[in-house]
């Protein structure tokens, strides 16, 4: 062999040989994620004293007592879920509910007051003011059985109507004002109150035994004459269905025993739901208020209806 070619083979022998001590490379690490900050649910019972009321902004004010390993006893707002709460509290109420907060280590990641009850109401009565009934409490409310207390007010005809004017009917009452904003409030109560007309159509012989009454509690804007506009926009049929609007003294008869809070705020009338059935012996056969009230359907009131007739006419 050519010396030349030894060097060949010799080099070639060496690179095979340097090829053959080489490691693989390993691939590059990915790069470490940090873990995912554990959220962690807690319950507390929430005990304080409601400061404000904001129904409007779905927002309470509570001072309220120290959360033992959570919180210093202070005064905060609060935007529960369940709007009925703003049906339920007063300022000056003593309150207690239970309250989640999720913590994300140390950091509150949010709260949520799930539910409140009144355990001291704070002393209240009826208050009328130039603007109307400012303020009420919930005094003892009627139960089924019990005589409804009597009460005038002027219909859309501009004519004088007692509630005792319509004995000897069976009365479906509901309290309202025309420039309600809440589609939800009165605007929905209306909507139910023409279903319920309706249905009465059905059966004429139970339509002349019924009689449907929307009162406002907003005098001072609810005229005869605003109410018989109203009522035409909504189909009401009088003596059948009638829109009518009591003062305030005559709404603080009645109104306290059913149920009914109103006061005037800036731009309209905070109010909740009541619906009362009333026989034609003047007695309450069943009340629903608040969200009871708006969730009562008009099956459910045409139901009833149909069953009070029925056990009258046998």
């Known amino acids: 062999m050519r010396p030349h070619m030894l060097v060949a083979v010799a080099i070639l022998g060496a690179l095979a040989g340097?090829?053959?001590?080489?490691?693989?490379i390993a691939p590059p690490s990915a790069p470490k994620v940090a873990a995912e900050p554990k959220v962690e649910a807690k319950s507390y019972r929430l005990k304080g004293v409601v400061r404000e009321v904001n129904a409007k902004d779905g927002i309470v004010t509570i001072a309220h007592e120290e959360l033992p390993g959570f919180m210093k006893a202070m005064t905060m707002d609060f935007t529960p879920k369940d709007k009925s709460i703003f049906e339920e509290v007063g300022v000056g109420d003593e309150v207690e509910g239970p309250l989640e907060v999720r913590m994300e280590g140390k950091t509150v990641k949010d709260y949520n007051l799930l539910s409140l009850e009144v355990t001291q109401p704070a002393p209240r009565t009826l208050s009328l003011t130039a603007n109307g009934l400012a303020i009420t409490t919930k005094p003892a409310v009627?139960?089924?059985?019990?005589?409804?207390?009597?009460?005038?007010?002027?219909?859309?005809e501009g004519k004088p109507l007692a509630l005792s004017d319509l004995k000897g009917k069976l009365v479906v009452l509901t309290f309202i004002y025309t420039r309600c904003p809440l589609p939800d409030y009165c605007p929905a109560v209306d909507k139910k109150f023409r279903q319920v007309r309706d249905g009465l159509k059905l059966k004429p012989e139970r339509a002349d035994a019924t009689r449907i009454v929307s009162v406002s509690f907003d005098p001072e804007h609810d005229t005869p004459e605003t109410l018989k506009k109203h009522g035409g926009l909504q189909g009401a049929n009088p003596p059948y269905w009638t829109f009518a609007v009591a003062s305030h003294p005559e709404l603080a008869k009645v109104g306290p025993k059913l149920g009914l809070i109103y006061g005037p705020m800036p731009n309209e009338i905070r109010h909740n739901i009541v619906i009362a059935l009333i026989g034609a012996d003047g007695k309450l056969i069943k009340l629903e208020s608040g969200r009871a009230g708006m969730d009562w359907s008009a099956n459910d009131i045409l139901n009833i209806i149909n069953k009070e007739l029925t056990k009258t006419n046998k």
Request: net charge negative; proline share 14%.
């Open 18 to 24: 340097c090829q053959s001590e080489q490691k693989p």
């Open 142 to 156: 009627l139960t089924p059985g019990e005589t409804v207390p009597d009460f005038k007010m002027t219909t859309q």
